[in-house]
């Protein structure tokens, strides 16, 4: 049996199998960002997207490829801020591109400019 892929938006919110316990909510949001990456020993910029945030970073959505750890510059492109972060597992293909997840090197709950849900938040069963 051929296994499907998953659009962006469903591999995003499903997330990994087995991932780990969130350390903070995310929300799914789609955000404008340039990446400012070193490929080959040269300076690159990636235009690309969110998927998800939260305070601790993002699932990009980029064309490119990025290798586990590959430090990269986020900027939003809305306010031009930037924050250092760094691949934290092995990207997912999709059928829009590769699904990066990158972390914050230091948690910043402003810098997408929403209001997270606190940690302990659950949806209600109806």
């Known amino acids: ?21 969130r ?11 340039k990446v400012h990456v070193t490929l080959a020993g040269k300076p690159v910029i990636i ?3 969110t998927l998800a945030v939260n305070s601790h970073g993002a699932m990009l959505c980029l064309i490119q490829n990025m290798d586990v750890n590959t430090r990269m510059e986020v ?5 031009k801020e930037r924050r250092w972060g760094r691949v934290t597992r092995q990207p997912q293909t ?5 699904l990066v997840p990158v972390e914050f090197d230091n948690p910043s709950g402003d810098f997408w ?9 659950k949806p209600m069963e109806g």
């Open 1 to 21: 049996m051929t296994p499907t892929k998953q659009t962006a938006y469903e591999a995003a919110r499903t997330g990994p199998r087995g991932e780990e316990r």
């Open 23 to 33: 350390r903070s909510q995310r929300v799914m949001l789609r955000v404008p960002v």
């Open 47 to 49: 235009e690309a997207y």
């Open 75 to 79: 900027e939003h492109k809305g306010t």
């Open 94 to 98: 999709s059928p829009e591109g590769y």
């Open 113 to 121: 400019h929403v209001s997270f849900p606190p940690a302990d938040w």
